[in-house]
């Protein structure tokens, strides 16, 4: 099965930075596009950067400037550099890929979702 694990998050104050990051693992051809979301309490899942497979990177316009996803193929992880955090970036972040999987003779492509990890930006 395939995998996708989180880490990097934690409690930072106002201007301060997180990395985050994504590995995936399992049963994996190749990895399309990868993604960064936020989702904040009461509030729907938002996407916050994205990255394709041939590294052309698309940000909300909220953390233009300030945030910087990245990917490392070799390893199979998605990073999330996040810098002069505001207390508005609190949430909770998951990663998500676009996963190809393959068999003999046929190959499959669906979204995974990591587990989230919390970022909480205060003072």
């Known amino acids: 099965q395939v995998q996708l694990v989180e880490s990097g998050g934690g409690l930072v104050q106002p201007g301060g930075s997180l990395r985050l990051s994504c590995a995936a693992s399992?049963?994996?051809?190749?990895?399309?596009?990868m993604r960064w979301y936020c989702q904040a309490p009461g509030k729907q899942r938002e996407l916050v950067a994205s990255i394709t497979s041939g590294g052309t990177t698309n940000y909300v316009d909220s953390v233009k400037g300030r945030f910087t996803i990245s990917r490392d193929n070799a390893q199979k992880t998605v990073y999330l550099q996040m810098n002069t955090l505001k207390p508005e970036d609190t949430a909770v972040y998951y990663c998500n890929a676009d996963i190809i999987q393959q068999s003999q003779h046929y190959a499959y492509q669906r979204a995974y979702w990591g587990q989230g990890t919390q970022v909480t930006v205060s003072s």
């Open positions: 399992g049963s994996i051809f190749s990895i399309g596009a």
